[in-house]
């Protein structure tokens, strides 16, 4: 059996920067905040939040600065961001709509016409702005919000939740289904009834619908739904996209400690929680930016994570029982050691309590020394990944 000395780690000093992320990292945004909406333009992200308003962070998340001036509802919800161009449009719980046209620096009221204040979601389509209220339905302003038409033409659910284009095509989902417009909101047609819903999203000709109590999938433009729920047993709150892969935000107000954010790399069919670090599993946002899967909470902040690092892996799957880790406790140096056959190691990462990655590896052997003499005393994680899987162990540095 061929044994691996990782020559990396004879220069352990140069690795003591957080090279990336292995899991959740919690990021600076009021980490008591309820975080309800993301949105992103170029190297600007704001946040939505209840009760402390909106910020804006100019640095992938790592810091965040309060952007409420004018925004005279910063102790109501935050439900929706939009931007179209140079123009934030930002969505109340019971005040209307808000424009900010300098990043967020001054927020003024935009409510002309707009005769429900209850505002849930916002979509923006080329100089068409749609915003889809708690019991009046939608309406749709052509000129930035200074006046608002009410479009709910067949519209039989008037409590709308979310809306999605795409190209022509306008999806509303309310409380009793889904309705799709193709002449800017001037008629809808229900195309999925009998279910609430929280979101709808779009990747290519996937539609993807979260509901109370799941997924639910369309490939013909809303024709005909199925089922895609996999092996999700809550229900689902936000979608992200990567390429073909699909990230959903659970949440479960009953069920403490479930929720969480869950990957599927075939349309549905199967999820994987990918919930390593992160301590809050109320999901209610999701927003991909640059490098980073970003996850709006309910009461714990915005979370951040790499999608290298989740992206293509199966977590918690492997049992640690699976490899040796000897010495534990250690000073010099810690060995792991493949016990199982079956199974192929294939990458190792060591990474503090707070999650900062002192080191990786890539390993195909099935035993690796990893020599820790430089690292202060303290508990970290190992963190291995196989070809089934990844499995995270603990080692405690004396």
Known sequence: MKKLILPVLTVIGTWTTNISNA?????????????????????????????????????????????????????????????????????????????????????????????????????????????????????????????????????????????????????????????????????????????????????????????????????DNGNTWNWANGNLSQGVTTFAFSGTNVFAGLTDGYTPGSGGVFLSTNNGNTWTAVNTGLTNTMILELVINGNYLFAGTQGAGAWKRLLSEIVGIEEHTVPSDYFSLYPNPASAYFMIRNTNDAINLQSLSLTDILGNEILSAKIKDEETKVNIETLPKGVYFVQLTTDKGVSSLRLIKE
């Open 23 to 219: 899991q959740w990292q919690q990021t600076s945004l009021p980490s008591s905040s309820t975080v309800i909406c993301f949105a992103v333009s170029g190297s600007n992200m704001y946040a939505g939040t209840k009760s402390n308003g909106i910020f804006l962070s100019t640095d992938n998340g790592n810091t965040w600065t309060a952007k409420n001036t004018g925004l005279t509802t910063t102790v109501n919800y935050v439900y929706a961001l939009a931007i179209s161009g140079n123009n934030i449009f930002a969505g109340t719980s019971a005040y209307g709509v808000f424009l900010s046209t300098d990043n967020g620096n001054n927020w003024t009221p935009i409510n002309t016409g707009l005769t429900n204040k209850a505002v849930h979601t916002l979509a923006v389509s080329g100089s068409n702005i749609f915003a889809g209220t708690t019991g009046g339905g939608i309406f749709l302003s052509t000129n930035n919000g200074n006046n608002w038409t009410a479009m709910n033409n067949g519209l039989t659910s008037t409590t709308v939740t979310s809306l999605t284009i795409s190209g022509s095509n306008i999806f509303a989902g309310t409380t009793g289904g889904i309705f799709l417009s193709t002449n800017n909101g001037g008629l809808w047609t229900q195309i999925l009834s009998g279910k609430s819903i929280n979101t709808i999203a779009i990747s290519g000709s996937n539609i993807f619908a979260g509901t109370l109590n799941g997924v639910y999938l369309s490939t």
